[in-house]
């Protein structure tokens, strides 16, 4: 199982990424981007794929996250940022489900090609790169709604929980 990312993914329970892509960025663009994975997991992007095509998911999943990082005062690296702001992409509704941008892809591809270079989620697999079972998946899917709500109830009771993140909560 070889897995080299063009920037970072996520299966759900590891996040990979490309040292070179990596090195690249500054600090506060890394952070983005391990906040940008870690939602990936949080909103079960891993488990919500199912048949639809990899790569116009993972366009999906970005514009439904990206713009949660940047509202909550997140930097985004240069080629997120083209993707997320992309002039056709602002006059799409903001706030839609991974599935809703989804639909959306076959327009934008015609107009952009950056995205289809972008990692983002990959298919959850055990250490030796078998797939996981749909099961496993939905119990993989379980733990991180179960780890978000806690983490969310810590956040509000310490007034921590940026606007941005309350959506995914409620």
């Given at each position: 199982w070889d897995l080299n990312?063009?920037?970072?993914?996520?299966?759900?329970?590891?996040m990979f990424y490309n040292p070179k892509y990596v090195v690249e960025q500054s600090r506060q663009e890394i952070l983005g981007l391990i906040i940008e994975e870690t939602l990936h997991c949080a909103f079960q992007h891993f488990a919500r794929r199912q048949a639809r095509e990899p790569r116009?998911?993972?366009?999906g999943c970005d514009c439904a996250i990206l713009q949660i990082v940047k509202e909550a005062g997140f930097d985004l690296s240069q080629d997120a940022l083209l993707i997320n702001f992309h002039p056709m992409l602002q006059k799409w509704?903001?706030?839609?489900?991974?599935?809703?941008?989804?639909?959306?892809?076959?327009?934008?591809?015609?107009?952009m090609t950056v995205w289809v270079d972008r990692s983002g989620v990959v298919d959850a697999r055990d250490e030796f790169g078998k797939p996981l079972s749909q099961e496993e998946i939905e119990t993989m899917a379980k733990d991180w709604e179960l780890a978000v709500n806690v983490a969310a109830q810590l956040a509000k009771g310490r007034g921590k929980l940026p606007g941005a993140l309350q959506d995914l909560v409620e």
């Open positions: 990312p063009p920037t970072a993914c996520t299966d759900g329970r590891r116009r998911w993972n366009f509704p903001l706030k839609k489900s991974a599935e809703f941008y989804y639909t959306m892809a076959p327009e934008a591809a015609k107009a």
